[in-house]
T-cell receptor, first 115, second 114 residues
Framework: KAGVTQTPRYLIKTRGQQVTLSCSPI?????VSWYQQTPGQGLQFLFE???????NKGNFPGRFSGRQFSNSRSEMNVSTLELGDSALYLC??????????????FGSGTRLTVV | KQEVTQIPAALSVPEGENLVLNCSFT??????LQWFRQDPGKGLTSLLL?????REQTSGRLNASLDKSSGRSTLYIAASQPGDSATYLC?????????????FGAGTQVVVTP
């Protein structure tokens, strides 16, 4: 079955611009989580959506936002980009209620470079 | 607050040697622990998921053990190959939070030399 699909794979943006990243979870998975990975901070949790509702949010500024659609696909948006937003953004999908026993599947990530 | 630590941060071994990667966590009340592999610039590939009720889990050359009481998990990779070169991460779900939030270790970077 198809895995977690993230698009685009690479992005180059200028400071001050905004960007939207997309994640399509595994079919049947209703939970989507987003993580930011940088060399200095490692993997940091951004937010998690389940059935179109944000259930949890990490310690990121309000410039980072997301949403989930009725087909479970999710998007995250970063406004007013800063150089420090350059990172690999990873999306993870899980079945939802049973994620704690069934684990998470990650996508290949979107590499965002802010110049 | 759950903290996850991985030691060593980096490891280099000759091909054929067994690999031993360690993961420790501060809160023993975990639901499960998941091991991932990450190749440079790529996403995470799930290797093994151990439930809190299990002591170990095996898949091919990989074996992961879990000792909740001591807050430790160990990933063993038998007869290492150059293709095993990658960063290995362990992660546990936050217990008091929703299920979508994982706490990761910083990872162990492995190099297997031919």
């Amino acid at each position: 079955k198809a895995g977690v699909t993230q698009t685009p794979r690479y992005l180059i943006k200028t400071r001050g611009q905004q960007v939207t990243l997309s994640c399509s979870p595994i079919s049947g998975h209703r939970s989507v989580s987003w993580y930011q990975q940088t060399p200095g901070q490692g993997l940091q949790f951004l937010f998690e959506y389940f059935s179109e509702t944000q259930r949890n949010k990490g310690n990121f500024p309000g410039r980072f936002s997301g949403r989930q659609f009725s087909n479970s696909r999710s998007e995250m948006n970063v406004s007013t980009l800063e150089l420090g937003d350059s990172a690999l953004y990873l999306c993870a999908s899980s079945i939802g209620e049973r994620a704690r026993t069934q684990g998470y599947t990650f996508g290949s990530g979107t590499r965002l470079t802010v110049v | 607050k759950q903290e996850v630590t991985q030691i060593p941060a980096a490891l280099s071994v000759p091909e054929g040697e067994n690999l031993v990667l360690n993961c420790s966590f501060t809160d023993s009340a975990i639901y499960n622990l998941q091991w991932f592999r990450q190749d440079p610039g790529k996403g995470l590939t799930s290797l093994l998921l151990i439930q809190s009720s299990q002591r170990e889990q095996t898949s091919g050359r990989l074996n992961a053990s879990l000792d909740k009481s001591s807050g430790r998990s160990t990933l063993y990779i038998a007869a290492s190959q150059p293709g095993d070169s990658a960063t290995y991460l362990c992660a546990v779900p936050f217990l008091t939070d929703s299920w979508g939030k994982l706490q990761f270790g910083a990872g162990t970077q492995v190099v297997v030399t031919p």
